[in-house]
Structures are given as structure tokens and as C-alpha cells.
Antibody, heavy 119, light 108 residues
Framework: EVQLVESGGGLVKPGGSLRLSCAAS????????MNWVRQAPGKGLEWVSC????????YYVDSVKGRFTISRDNAKNSLYLQMNSLTAEDTAVYYC????????????WGQGTMVTVSS | SSELTQDPAVSVALGQTVRITCQGD??????ASWYQQKPGQAPVLVIY???NRPSGIPDRFSGSSSGNTASLTISGAQAEDEADYYC???????????FGGGTKLTVL
């Protein structure tokens, strides 16, 4: 079964750090661009970052640039998001999503992991 | 970056046809994808690359595009189609993805 499973969310104080993980299974992870997408409580989806299959290209939404770092380990079929200098505005459910190789569609999503930034 | 604009809410009578639209300059260059999200669940891709459906998505879902507007049409809406719908595509740089603000579909 094709699956993505996020972990690492939790409660963190403003200014703190957190590392999210996304474990992939059921497909050739190393062949796909992967993305992080977040959704603040009661709000819409926001694309956060993407990393190409061999980590050659990495992009971020402006609001997290310089604070978040996306990475992957193809040997471990895993995607990561290191989040530093967190603020309340980063509070959201964070999803990892696989990007279809032909279109730009996100065809596989994880169940999400909740990140709450609060003192 | 660029923005994608969606109507916040749309309603449709059971069994009728509804169109959900998404507007943005980058849609002149890139095709939109569409996602369905039900409360407490992860989004699900329903349309990609203009008008392609992943396996398992009913054929009542279709997509189209004209100029700076992409549309998701549900022909014969069912009660289970009540959900939030989001469009996305690349922005003008070609490197970033952007989502529309989402449309809450109510099936009456």
C-alpha cells in the first residue's frame, strides 16, 4: 500500500524548534519530488516547501525561508522538515505529500501531524 | 509568487451540477490540480493536469481551464461530495506551488 506517515509534531514554545518526519512506503520514494503543506486551524492549505528526488532543488514559501529546512534520506525512504524560530503563526497541521511526476498534482498525502506553538 | 482566488462557499441541490472556479495569472501558464478535503481528513487529489482523474475518483468530477480561470465541475452532486475544495498550481516563478483559499461546497 502506498503510504506516507508523518511524525514529530507537538507543543513547542515560541522561538523553539521541532523536526518533522515523513515515512514513505509502497512506492519508489527516490523517484519523486516531495512536499510539505500546512493548514492552520480553521484555515486553508498552504504550501511550505518541496525537495526534488535527488535533493538537487529545494524551495520554500517566503514566510519560512531561513527558518525551515527540508531534507530527505532516500535510503531510509524518509522526508524531514527542521523548523526553527517557531512562532504562533506556524501552528498548523503539517502534511507531507508526494508530487506526481507528470503533473504538479499532490497524489499521495499523509494523515498530518499537529504543531502547536504556544507559551 | 502569485495568488489563486476561489469563492469561499458554493451550494448545490442534490443531483444538480456545480462549478467551482479558481482564478489566477499563473493559470495562463500552468494547469490546476483540485483537491477535496473533508473535516478531519487529509486532502485527496480529484483532478490533475487539467482534466485527469486519479483512480477511484468518480467520473462526475471533471476539470477545465480557460485563460486565467480553472474550473472543477461536479455533475450530479452527491451528499458525500460536501467538502472543502482547493485548487493549486505553480506560481509565476515555476518553482513554488500555491493553493487557492478553498471553497466550501454544501449539498442541499
Amino acid at each position: 500500500e502506498v503510504q506516507l506517515v508523518e511524525s514529530g509534531g507537538g507543543l513547542v514554545k515560541p522561538g523553539g524548534s521541532l523536526r518533522l518526519s515523513c515515512a514513505a512506503s509502497g512506492f519508489i520514494f527516490s523517484s519523486y519530488t516531495m512536499n510539505w503543506v500546512r493548514q492552520a486551524p480553521g484555515k486553508g492549505l498552504e504550501w511550505v516547501s518541496c525537495i526534488t528526488s535527488s535533493s538537487s532543488y529545494i524551495y520554500y514559501v517566503d514566510s519560512v525561508k531561513g527558518r525551515f529546512t527540508i531534507s530527505r534520506d532516500n535510503a531510509k525512504n524518509s522526508l524531514y522538515l527542521q523548523m526553527n524560530s517557531l512562532t504562533a503563526e506556524d501552528t498548523a497541521v503539517y502534511y507531507c505529500a508526494r508530487e506526481d511526476n507528470v503533473s504538479d498534482g499532490f497524489d499521495i498525502w499523509g494523515q498530518g501531524t499537529m504543531v502547536t506553538v504556544s507559551s | 509568487s502569485s495568488e489563486l482566488t476561489q469563492d469561499p462557499a458554493v451550494s448545490v441541490a442534490l443531483g444538480q451540477t456545480v462549478r467551482i472556479t479558481c482564478q489566477g495569472d499563473s493559470l495562463k501558464t500552468y494547469y490546476a490540480s483540485w483537491y477535496q478535503q473533508k473535516p478531519g481528513q487529509a486532502p485527496v487529489l480529484v483532478i490533475y493536469y487539467k482534466n485527469n482523474r486519479p483512480s477511484g475518483i468518480p467520473d462526475r468530477f471533471s476539470g477545465s481551464s480557460s485563460g486565467n480561470t480553472a474550473s472543477l465541475t461536479i455533475s450530479g452532486a452527491q451528499a458525500e461530495d460536501e467538502a472543502d475544495y482547493y485548487c493549486n498550481c505553480r506560481d509565476s516563478s515555476g518553482h513554488h506551488l500555491v493553493f487557492g483559499g478553498g471553497t466550501k461546497l454544501t449539498v442541499l
